[in-house]
């Protein structure tokens, strides 16, 4: 069960509302003369070095998979205008942050090398003898190197 205050990330991870920083400023997005009066345009920071709710390995999954997102602060940043309202780019923001965590903390699962199955490669064999049959029938003939 989560608690009120925590974004789930994982079933195993989430992060308090707490650690997170928002910061407004004018949209660019719809809204009208709304847009040169209200600031509507809402920034989610989260710092990712001083978060206690990641781990180190996931700090830096997190780091390498957000690296064009994460500033020379080290601060994780999403960006949403959206919406019309501070408060609904706010909420869009956070499931977007939660989002892009998430993707970044999922591990792919390894692969395992496998062989070109047998019947594969003697369908490629034939294939190629025949082509080399269709060329040798176009030649002259009496034209033998």
Do not use: W, Y
Not at 66 to 83: E, N, P
Not at 102 to 109: I, S, W
């Amino acid at each position: 069960m989560i608690e009120p205050g925590r974004i789930l990330i994982t079933p195993e991870v989430s992060i308090a509302e707490s650690e997170l920083r928002f910061t407004t400023s004018r949209s660019s997005g719809p809204g009208g003369q709304n847009v040169n009066k209200v600031e509507t345009r809402v920034t989610l920071r989260f710092p990712l070095a001083d978060s206690p709710s990641l781990n180190a390995d996931q700090k830096r999954r997190v780091a390498e998979r957000l690296a064009t997102r994460i500033g020379k602060d080290g601060a994780l940043r999403v960006v949403c205008q959206r919406h019309r309202t501070q408060e609904a780019n706010r909420r869009a923001a956070v499931v977007r942050f939660a989002e892009l965590v998430r993707d970044a903390l999922h591990e792919d699962p390894t692969r395992r090398p496998t062989r070109v199955p047998r019947a594969a490669v003697k369908r490629r064999l034939e294939s190629k003898r025949g082509r080399a049959r269709v060329k040798q029938l176009r030649a002259r003939p009496g034209d033998e190197d």
